[in-house]
């Protein structure tokens, strides 16, 4: 099993960032695929989650109407696009695919900062 994040990186306040996370090992349509972050010396946290149809997401509020969670299931892929982004969302993304077995990938550091 494999989850590989990509698309993190540096931009200024109010800029975006696409973050891609490629899933490999075991039959992503039916797991629900979630964002994660974790701020230093923060709780990691659930940023977004969406169902195995790409039917159902959810969001933590600080994001609403700033980021979209996507999915591929032909690509075997997840995706979280984040506009107009802030410095509080600096972080380290984690994508997390659960059903009933939990996988984690390693994380894709964000920063915010001008």
């Known amino acids: 099993v494999q989850l590989v994040e990509s698309g993190g990186g540096l931009v200024q306040p109010g800029g975006s960032l696409r973050l891609s996370c490629a899933a490999s090992?075991?039959?992503?349509?039916?797991?629900?695929m979630s964002w994660y972050r974790q701020a230093p010396g923060k709780e990691r946290e659930l940023v977004a989650a969406?169902?195995?149809?790409?039917?159902?997401?959810n969001y933590v509020d600080s994001v609403k109407g700033r980021f979209t969670i996507s999915r591929d299931n032909a690509k075997n892929t997840v995706y979280l696009q984040m506009n107009s982004l802030k410095p509080e969302d600096t972080a380290v993304y984690y994508c997390?695919?659960?059903?009933?077995?939990?996988?984690w990938g390693q994380g894709t550091q964000v920063t915010v900062s001008s």
């Open positions: 090992g075991f039959t992503f349509s039916s797991y629900v």
């Open positions: 969406i169902s195995g149809a790409g039917g159902g997401t």
């Open positions: 997390r695919a659960s059903r009933i077995q939990t996988y």
